[in-house]
């Protein structure tokens, strides 16, 4: 806006926004005479219903708003493209063809997609160009064939609603509609949606750079979103059915009070005050408030920071402010500063749970885990919640306090949203089975899949009982040389009937594992067969005599704490200085292309390379290790996998590892072949790379690596 548009805008009673961001905006420009009145929804059309079957055996995605660059349907049809491949039943629900594309057709050009959509008589010939995109006509549903007053009953029958759209100034109606009815939806963590963030959504974190803008890191800095976290979104609410039933839930329960009525009062009461010559009430402290909370869900941490700051400057006392300036502290990596902000509200306020959960977390990351304990313990005391149980557990299992942690454990899958069995199955008390089927249901990564099988066959049996396993896709092939065939089902196959059931990661507080020396050994079962190592032989030892050292640097790119836990290949320069070894890669994933990257490509076999394009199957990296002498890795699946078959290794760690590794110990119960490499502050690599370096260099000279020399060595 110019100065003088500006000036005139000053003089008006009244400017209406539709969003917290608009508000920002012009309040940035110097305007104050705002009334934020965000769009609402129609919720006597749109609310929760029953499915009546209208799509049965489908997995329906919707997806609304105009056909446009800018929405980014290119970015939702790149992503459902591989979906679909993955998942033949999904059906994509949409309306473009009932509109021509704003604008000129550059702005549908994208590398995502073949071409753009042709038009005839101003209609947008939808099928045809999603057909040169590889989506068949039978995986959509064209909305423009279906009459309006249908698209209430149709959203209802969807399971998720995505709307990964760049740079908008205000929420599209779809997806508040959307929400209304009570359908989990994805939304980007950007300027139009900023009002509609939370738990109750799913978030599209990743805001990359618009093509063609520099973008100047302020307000109006907002990129595009990521294909590959939408996928990975949508492959988690098609797995996650009971998450992603609750979000849908939880954005009805948040629209509930977005009704068109409700907003045309408010608008209309903020109208009559201004035509009535009275100020509008001031609510400059909580709408500031709400923008900084707006900001910290978007992951915009900094900006959020001042926000709070802003607050606090003028309200001290403000206790939301004091305590979402801490957690933003917390993740900006302020230590300080956040235990400062959480012990002052806790002078204020002693024993305020939700401030002492903040505190035992930080304690926790701070290293200082007693202290950590005993705050989340005095939160319990004064407030139950999933999230907080989960937090205990945590912190007790670095511990070792394995007693103490499992029942805390237990809350995991209400905190995290996992798969469970119907709610009307009980789970399994550990007693023996007799003439009964236990279902034992896989939990979370292929990590913890892989490190907690060894528990079924320990699992007490009488006569009559059995044990099935329902896991994911990738980990049957492994459980199939613990279990017998017949009894491993992928989990969205249809199951024998059980009467009891237990998650994978329960087993061991059901069969009485209360210390870490009470953990059994990996599985004794052979886990590859003897051809199948063969085949990968002569690849990962090449004509070498070289003792054969496997590399891996870069765990799960999508997991939350990845950056911390995955030290990178760059890091690893001092352990491939070492001589006298062939070093080959088992590296999968976007972290494979660090070896060209780093001109290493001739240095470092990449069998990872081979391991893709075999499909990135278990079996064929537990074939892969059982060829190689000495693994070293970072916190993955490989190192999982080298501890089961028992291969000598060394496991890189963060300064705050996952719970299994413990906090001090240089080995580990659950993989006696293993050892510990851990940094001594987060972020660190070169302490552990050079570590590494001489214990390998000992392993090669046939040296004996005592514990207690690696732990007091400078």
């Known amino acids: 806006m110019s100065r003088e548009s500006l000036e005139r805008a000053g003089d008006w009673p009244l400017i209406i926004t539709n969003s917290s961001w608009a508000t920002q905006v012009l309040r940035g420009r110097g305007l104050n005479n705002l009334h934020c009145c965000p769009p609402g929804v129609d919720l006597e059309r749109f609310y929760p219903a029953p499915r009546t079957g209208l ?5 329906v995605v919707f997806s609304g708003g105009q056909l446009e660059y800018r929405q980014g349907q290119d970015i939702l049809l790149g992503a459902f493209r591989i979906f679909h491949q993955r ?8 309306g473009w063809s009932r509109m021509a594309a704003h604008g000129s057709d550059d702005l549908l050009r994208s590398p995502y997609l073949d071409g753009v959509p042709e038009r005839v008589n101003g209609i947008v010939q939808l099928t045809p160009w999603l057909l040169r995109n590889g989506i068949a006509a039978q995986a959509l549903l064209d909305l423009s064939l ?26 599209q109606w779809p997806a508040l509609q959307a929400m209304a009815c009570g359908v989990p939806t994805v939304v980007a963590a950007n300027t139009g949606y900023l009002d509609l963030l939370g738990e109750h959504v799913y978030m599209l974190q990743s805001q990359g750079e618009l093509r063609g803008q520099s973008g100047a890191g302020g307000q109006d800095d907002w990129g595009e979103s990521s294909m590959d976290e939408l ?13 992603a039933m609750a979000k849908g839930q939880a954005g009805a329960q948040f629209m509930a009070n977005r009704g068109c009525d409700s907003h045309a009062r408010q608008l209309l009461t903020a109208i009559d005050r201004v035509v009535g010559g009275a100020a509008l009430a001031s609510t400059e402290v909580q709408d500031d408030y709400s923008w900084g909370l707006c900001l910290h869900r978007a992951g915009r941490l900094g900006e959020a920071e001042r926000a709070y700051d802003e607050v606090l400057r003028r309200q001290p006392e403000h206790i939301g402010a004091r305590a979402d300036r801490g957690n933003a502290r917390r993740d900006l990596g302020d230590a300080q500063g956040a235990e400062a902000d959480f012990r002052t509200l806790l002078a204020a306020h002693p024993g305020n749970p939700r401030v002492l959960h903040s505190l035992g977390n930080l304690l926790r990351r701070d290293g200082r885990v007693d202290e950590a304990a005993n705050c989340l313990q005095q939160a319990l005391r004064g407030m139950q919640s999933a999230a907080l149980h989960w937090d205990l557990a945590f912190t007790l299992l670095l511990q070792g306090r394995y007693r103490e942690a499992w029942p805390h454990f237990e809350h995991r899958h209400e905190a995290l949203g996992l798969r469970s069995a119907a709610p009307e199955k009980p789970r399994w008390d550990g007693q023996p089975l007799l003439d009964s089927t236990l ?12 490190q907690f099988l060894r528990f079924v066959s320990h699992i007490p049996k009488g006569p009559g009982g059995r044990v099935i396993f329902a896991g994911k896709p990738a980990t049957l092939a492994v459980a199939r040389r613990i279990l017998p065939a017949v009894d491993v089902y992928a989990w969205d196959q249809p199951l024998p009937r059980s009467q009891v059931w237990i998650p994978l990661m329960s087993l061991p507080m059901r069969l009485g594992m209360q210390r870490p020396q009470d953990i059994p050994a990996p599985c004794s079962e052979p886990l590859v067969d003897p051809a199948h190592v063969a085949h990968w032989r002569a690849l990962v030892r090449g004509s070498d005599v070289q003792p054969v050292v496997a590399l891996c640097w870069r765990g799960n790119p999508e997991f939350s704490g990845d950056s911390l836990r995955s030290p990178g290949l760059a890091a690893l320069r001092p352990i491939l200085e070492v001589e006298g070894v062939r070093f080959v890669s088992l590296q999968v994933g976007p972290g494979r292309s660090e070896l060209g990257e780093l001109g290493l490509a001739e240095q470092i076999c990449d069998v990872g390379a081979a ?4 499909g990135a199957q278990v079996l064929d990296t537990l074939a892969v290790l059982q060829s190689c002498d000495f693994v070293i890795s970072s916190c993955t699946s490989v190192l999982h996998m080298a501890g089961l078959l028992g291969r000598p290794g060394r496991a890189l760690l963060c300064h705050r590892p996952d719970w299994r590794w413990m906090l001090t110990r240089m080995d580990t119960p659950w993989y006696p072949s293993l050892r510990l490499i851990r940094q001594d502050r987060t972020g660190d690599w070169s302490a552990v790379a050079w570590e590494a370096a001489t214990q390998l260099r000992a392993w090669r000279d046939g040296q004996e690596i005592r514990l207690d020399d690696v732990a007091h060595r400078p």
């Open 231 to 243: 996928l990975e979104l949508m492959e988690r609410a098609y797995v996650r059915r009971t998450e």
């Open 439 to 450: 279902l034992v249901l896989d939990e979370q990564g292929l990590g913890d899949t892989l």
């Open 146 to 171: 279906v009459a309006d007053s249908q698209l209430p009953d149709i959203l209802r029958e969807s399971d998720l609603a995505v709307f990964p759209s760049r740079c908008e100034g205000g929420a």
């Open 55 to 59: 799509f049965r055996d489908r997995f």
């Open 611 to 614: 391991i893709e394009a075999a």
């Open 87 to 94: 998942h033949p039943e999904a059906l994509l629900v949409c």
